[in-house]
């Protein structure tokens, strides 16, 4: 009864271009304050959702949320940035995925190309029944597609290569260890190498520390997502850091 009882909300956290410290974007990341289990972590709630079902109305929720939002913000003239709306295995293979994406944008009047899916690497590679027709319906729309959590599971260089894929996001719990360990830095600046190489953006997810950063911008990672930049934030505290 979350969406019904108004105890879902939406958290937007900002993604940074690393060479000029400018926000170029935010994902959308959902929250529940529940009056009876109090907040709830994503963490907590989206596998339940998914294992019922409920994942498909409050992914088409947070979506046109996010929409409208965006959508807003470049009304009030200020530049125009991408919103990032993380999409689950369950919903996505939901036949009228696409026809479901399609009337959000004509709905809520937003170009698509301020608009990115972010799916799983595990999604794309174990999941999805037709990986490569979904992915390219969804960028015939114009929607842009980034790969979520690469780099602890399967970083299917195959798929990287063969599909659409706008960005690609490079896990935290790679990038919390880049700093201390030689071989994890390795293997970041191969990945970053490998992305540019096919003209894919990299974003760092999860970046806290300046030893990190400075990682990064030395392997010339594109964008940066983490605390050392700005926690996830409610929409009027994003709307005061983008003025
Ligand atoms: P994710 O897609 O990998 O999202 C990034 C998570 O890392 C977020 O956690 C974010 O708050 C956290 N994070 C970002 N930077 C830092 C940092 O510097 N340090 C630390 N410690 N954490 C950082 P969050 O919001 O708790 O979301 C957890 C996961 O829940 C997400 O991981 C995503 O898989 C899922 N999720 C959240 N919202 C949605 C949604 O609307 N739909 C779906 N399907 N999944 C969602
Ligand atoms: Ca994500
Ligand atoms: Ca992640």
Known sequence: HAIENQEIFIKYQPQVNISNNKIIGFEALMRINSSK????????????????????EL????LREACVFNKSLIDQGVLPYIVSVNISSVQINRTGFITMLDSVLKETHLLPKYL??????????????????????????????????????????????????????????FID????????????????????????????????????????KRNNCDIVQGFIYSKPLLPSALIDILH
């Open 37 to 56: 289990l109090g907040n709830l972590s994503p963490k907590e709630f989206i596998p339940i959702a998914e294992e019922s079902g409920l994942i498909v």
């Open 116 to 173: 990115e899916l972010e799916i799983t690497e595990s999604t794309l590679v174990s999941s999805l029944l037709d990986a490569t027709t979904l992915l390219n319906s969804i960028q015939a729309l114009g929607v842009r597609i980034s790969l979520d959590d690469f780099g602890t599971g399967y970083s299917s260089l195959n798929y990287l290569t063969s599909m659409p894929i706008n960005t690609l996001k490079i896990d935290k719990s």
């Open 177 to 216: 260890n880049i700093g201390i360990n030689e071989k994890d830095a390795y293997i970041a600046e191969t990945i970053i190498q490998l992305a540019h190489s096919i003209n894919v953006d990299v974003i760092a997810e999860g970046v806290e520390y300046q030893e990190q950063l400075d990682l990064l």
């Open 59 to 62: 992914g088409e929720w947070i």
